[in-house]
């Protein structure tokens, strides 16, 4: 009986030390998560719903605004300023393949030293760390009629692609995209040259030794093994290049000529700072939230099913 009771003491004391340190492992976990959350709800949560709240009204400057439920929403269906926005998000968003595939091809060149990588290697960074509002003014110049690269282009003979690229309806979306890629690709570059520097050298060799080239060795050997970092760099791009387009497209185009360059995002300033229309600011900006939102999703869920299927035996 004596050691039937020291056997249920004992087990009721290992319990009481397991529920104590369950306890304190909670607590600690909590604590270490309180900033974060609190930095979530303070600056993430608060402002969407604050911004669902406006988007209600109807405001007109510093008037007491109006309470129209859903009728800014309702607007937006029949406004072509905003369609033609979306309709530019939509072909931005068609540009991602370059976004993904570009910074690599380059980070295994440079991974693999072809002559001359160490420069490259800093010369495809440096784009990164110029201010985009600088980027932006320094090829409002470049891409000007008159600017240098219609200059090199007519010294080159190629007078018919000396075109106006900032003023064209076509023309300046994909250049405004084209810079875009030029100012932020060197982040890519150097997040796929960290998941290269994982795959072990004898692989890379091994592969050149059964005689494959660039292109297979990076459809078969490089893309496999850091799937990964391509997803991860895929739905950055994803929801990046629909919000990293402000400071260029102000200082490049402010959305002209008409609006062939309009986004959502610029919209929304122009909307909500220049005509002073808050609520509907609000509404467009909630609009473009659940349009990166969507393209996010679909685009972790499609590189998570990629990513299942390649664990897969």
Same mark, same amino acid.
């Given at each position: 009986?004596? !050691?039937?009771?020291? !056997? $249920?003491? #004992?087990?009721?004391?290992?319990?009481?030390?397991?529920?104590?340190?369950? *306890?304190?492992?909670?607590?600690?976990?909590?604590?270490?998560?309180? /900033?974060?959350i609190?930095?979530?709800?303070?600056?993430?949560?608060? /402002?969407? %719903?604050?911004?669902?709240w406006?988007?209600l009204?109807?405001?007109?400057?510093?008037?007491?605004?109006?309470?129209?439920?859903?009728?800014?929403?309702?607007?937006?269906?029949? !406004?072509t300023?905003? %369609? $033609?926005?979306?309709?530019?998000?939509?072909?931005?968003v +068609?540009?991602?393949?370059?976004?993904?595939?570009?910074?690599?091809?380059?980070?295994?060149?440079?991974?693999?030293?072809?002559?001359?990588? $160490?420069?490259?290697?800093?010369?495809?960074?440096?784009?990164?760390?110029?201010?985009?509002?600088?980027?932006?003014?320094?090829? *409002?110049?470049?891409?000007?009629?008159?600017?240098?690269?219609?200059?090199?282009?007519?010294?080159?003979?190629? !007078?018919?692609?000396?075109?106006?690229?900032?003023?064209?309806?076509?023309?300046?979306?994909? +250049?405004?995209?084209?810079? &875009?890629?030029w100012?932020?690709?060197?982040?890519?570059?150097?997040n796929?040259?960290?998941?290269?520097?994982?795959?072990?050298?004898?692989?890379?060799?091994?592969?050149?030794? #059964?005689? &494959?080239?660039?292109?297979?060795?990076?459809?078969?050997?490089?893309? /496999?093994?850091? $799937?990964?970092?391509?997803?991860?760099?895929?739905?950055?791009?994803?929801?990046?290049?629909?919000?990293?387009?402000?400071?260029?497209i102000? &200082?490049?185009?402010?959305?002209?000529?008409?609006?062939?360059?309009?986004?959502?995002?610029?919209?929304?300033?122009?909307?909500?700072?220049?005509?002073?229309?808050?609520?509907?600011?609000?509404?467009?900006?909630? &609009?473009?939230?659940?349009?990166?939102?969507?393209? +996010?999703?679909?685009?972790?869920?499609?590189?998570?099913?990629?990513?299942?299927?390649?664990?897969?035996?």
């Amino acid at each position: 009986m004596s !050691d039937r009771k020291l !056997d $249920k003491r #004992d087990a009721q004391s290992v319990g009481t030390s397991r529920s104590r340190r369950w *306890r304190r492992e909670l607590t600690v976990g909590l604590i270490l998560l309180a /900033p974060g959350i609190a930095l979530a709800v303070g600056f993430k949560l608060i /402002p969407l %719903i604050r911004g669902f709240w406006l988007s209600l009204f109807e405001t007109r400057g510093f008037e007491e605004p109006t309470f129209i439920g859903f009728g800014n929403y309702e607007r937006m269906l029949t !406004d072509t300023t905003v %369609i $033609k926005a979306f309709t530019n998000a939509l072909l931005v968003v +068609s540009t991602l393949p370059i976004w993904v595939f570009l910074p690599l091809i380059l980070a295994l060149l440079l991974f693999l030293q072809v002559p001359g990588w $160490k420069f490259f290697r800093a010369s495809f960074f440096l784009p990164y760390m110029i201010a985009p509002i600088v980027v932006g003014i320094m090829f *409002r110049q470049i891409l000007a009629p008159d600017g240098p690269l219609n200059e090199i282009l007519r010294s080159l003979g190629f !007078d018919n692609l000396a075109i106006e690229w900032l003023n064209g309806s076509t023309s300046a979306l994909f +250049s405004l995209v084209g810079v &875009a890629l030029w100012s932020f690709f060197g982040l890519g570059v150097l997040n796929y040259l960290s998941a290269l520097s994982t795959i072990p050298g004898e692989i890379i060799e091994a592969s050149r030794l #059964d005689g &494959a080239g660039f292109w297979r060795m990076l459809v078969q050997v490089v893309l /496999p093994m850091i $799937k990964p970092m391509v997803g991860y760099w895929t739905v950055l791009c994803a929801s990046g290049v629909l919000i990293w387009m402000f400071p260029l497209i102000y &200082a490049l185009t402010r959305g002209g000529p008409g609006d062939a360059t309009m986004l959502p995002e610029f919209l929304v300033f122009l909307t909500t700072f220049q005509f002073l229309d808050r609520g509907y600011g609000s509404a467009i900006g909630l &609009a473009l939230f659940l349009f990166v939102a969507v393209i +996010s999703v679909f685009t972790v869920r499609y590189m998570y099913n990629e990513g299942a299927k390649g664990m897969r035996p």
